[in-house]
């Protein structure tokens, strides 16, 4: 059981959404997923953890905005569309982050994780750096984590580094809640023929052999990149791509019920004695 920082400690759930290789879309899915989640309803936190590349404060519209702290140690997180939002680009200059070496990193992120004052949150959504490597260890086990989300497009090159992601979550009891595959095809706005740029049903194939829910297919579509660039999460807006993020949203909470479900029925009944 890791140690509690008072940063979580009403935080119900942490959710990791990890990929194995840079640039299939982790941050805007997490971003995405976050935004989901609060529209249903709960108290959402997003953490920007990529510190190699912090896309959040883009993607968020929140570009050249600074965490305030009340007592110069905690900082207070910022608040972008209805939800809490803290991001090492918020911090630091992303170019001087994307030299740093591990201990470097390390530290910056430790100080990100531990020192957050997020209150009471129903999901804490965190955008893991990519890979597979020692920081990301670090950080999963940083966290009182609930479970992981792992990104992939369904070309083999990114589903191989996917395999990785879920072994390492494997490896330090971390369940894996779910698949997300992104730009799985695209569909031509002209003439409505969809092709399958990155291979195609990649993840559902890796869904199935790892026993773990395929949370959705989301197309490769300029609006959803114009719409980060432009710092409009696309859930916000009144479309059929936002109606799939929303859905992704609702698969994860239902994996989340399944995962606790099956922990409780593993611990079993609590037996207690009472003197007559
Ligand atoms: P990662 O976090 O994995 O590095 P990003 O979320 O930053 O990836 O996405 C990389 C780029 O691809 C960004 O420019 C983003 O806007 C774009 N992108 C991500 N998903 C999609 C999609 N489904 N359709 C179009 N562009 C996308």
New binding site residues.
């Given amino acids: 059981m890791q140690a509690q920082t008072p940063c979580f400690k009403q935080i119900n759930n942490i959710i990791l959404v990890a990929?194995g290789k840079?640039?299939?879309?982790?941050?805007?899915?997490a971003v995405n997923l976050a935004l989901a989640l609060s529209q249903s309803g709960s108290k959402v936190g997003l953490l920007d953890a990529?510190v190699y590349?912090p896309?959040l404060p883009l993607m968020m519209g929140m570009q050249g905005q600074r965490p305030t702290s009340l007592d110069g140690k905690i900082m207070e997180p910022l608040v972008g569309f209805g939800i809490k939002v803290n991001s090492i680009g918020f911090l630091i200059n992303p170019e001087d982050a994307a030299v740093w070496r591990g201990p470097m990193a390390s530290s910056a992120l430790s100080q990100l994780i531990g020192e957050t004052n997020w209150g009471e949150l129903d999901y804490l959504i965190v955008d893991m750096p990519?890979g597979t490597g020692d920081i990301q260890l670090t950080i999963s086990q940083k966290f009182p984590c609930t479970g992981a989300v792992i990104?992939t497009t369904p070309q083999n090159i990114a589903l191989a580094d996917a395999e990785k992601g879920v072994a390492m979550f494997t490896k330090v009891n971390i369940p894996v809640l779910g698949i997300v595959e992104?730009?799985s095809y695209f569909q031509c706005s002209k003439c409505g023929n969809v092709e399958h740029i990155f291979g195609k049903d990649g993840a559902v194939a890796m869904a199935k052999e790892h026993g773990t829910e395929l949370l959705g297919q989301?197309?490769?579509?300029?609006q959803?990149?114009e719409n980060?660039?432009n710092g409009t999460p696309t859930v916000t807006t009144d479309s059929p791509m936002a109606d799939i993020y929303r859905d992704i949203a609702k698969k994860l909470i239902e994996q989340l019920v399944l995962t606790q479900q099956k922990n409780a029925a593993a611990s079993g009944p609590e037996i207690s004695f009472i003197d007559d």
């Fill in positions: 990929s840079g640039g299939v879309g982790k941050s805007t899915t990529d590349g896309s990519p990104v992104n730009m989301i197309p490769l579509q300029q959803t990149r980060s660039d």
